[in-house]
Nanobody, 128 residues
């Protein structure tokens, strides 16, 4: 099992940047595929970015491609989401997610039900 704690959210002006962090407990962080999702008020939780368990593949949603980057530091058990050129539409609660170790049919997972563990979320607000 793994526990996830996000940090780094806050208020930023449009065009600005933020880096979100997600610290994972446990000694098997390198065995989990990881993802970031977000949820705005009144909307469903949506996929933002994912990284494969071997950390060799990443994928971002079209809405953030070219602006957001997902990365990990396995030594620190941490996954990051670097967010640049932020827009008001990016405002949401951002969640980190981990897919439990086991048989993986794919490198990248983009659906909420693919993931087994979730953090509590961190709020990102973008002012126009």
């Amino acid at each position: 099992q793994v526990q996830l704690v996000e940090s780094g959210g806050g208020l930023v002006q449009a065009g600005g940047s933020l880096r979100l962090s997600c610290a994972a407990s446990g000694r098997t962080f390198g065995s989990y595929a990881m993802g970031w999702f977000r949820q705005a008020p009144g909307k469903e939780r949506e996929f933002v970015a994912a990284i494969s368990v071997n950390r060799g593949s990443t994928y971002c949603a079209d809405s953030v491609k070219g602006r957001f980057t997902i990365s990990t530091d396995n030594a620190k058990n941490t996954v990051y989401l670097q967010m640049n050129s932020l827009k008001p539409d990016d405002a949401a609660v951002y969640y980190c997610a981990a897919k439990a170790p086991g048989y993986y049919s794919s490198d990248i997972y983009t659906r909420t039900y693919d993931y087994d563990y979730w953090g509590q979320g961190t709020q990102v607000t973008v002012s126009s």
